[in-house]
Nanobody, 128 residues
Framework: VQLQASGGGLAQAGGSLRLSCKAS????????IGWFRQAPGKEREAVSC????????YYADSVKGRFTISRDNAKNTMYLRMNSLKPEDTAVYYC??????????????????????WGQGTQVTVSS
């Protein structure tokens, strides 16, 4: 059972990157999943999560309008499209499962975006 993140690298401010997270050993469709990041000297924070049931999403305020989370269940893969990158987006980005089929990110039953099974990280560095 594994989550493999990739796609990180060096980008200039204002540029774009797309991160991928491929699941192996389990069916990603059955899970809510998300992206998290940890910058040097800071705590890990939630970036975005997506439900496996209704594809409702959560975005941190700092990335709203710039980042887009998506999933391709046929490829057992999740993505994070990052546009208009800023130097403060520099961090190690991690993917994780965040819940089961009863996890939603909108409406009365909206839950917090919290990781439970983690993949390894991929470094994103944004230069000014």
């Amino acid at each position: 059972v594994q989550l493999q993140a990739s796609g990180g690298g060096l980008a200039q401010a204002g540029g774009s990157l797309r991160l991928s997270c491929k699941a192996s050993g389990f069916i990603l469709e059955s899970y809510a999943i998300g992206w998290f990041r940890q910058a040097p000297g800071k705590e890990r924070e939630a970036v975005s999560c997506i439900s496996g049931t209704d594809e409702s999403t959560y975005y941190a305020d700092s990335v709203k309008g710039r980042f887009t989370i998506s999933r391709d269940n046929a490829k057992n893969t999740m993505y994070l499209r990052m546009n208009s990158l800023k130097p403060e987006d520099t961090a190690v980005y991690y993917c994780a499962t965040t819940g089961g089929t009863n996890t939603f990110y909108r409406g009365s039953y909206a839950q917090a975006c919290r990781g439970n099974y983690w993949g390894q990280g991929t470094q994103v560095t944004v230069s000014s």
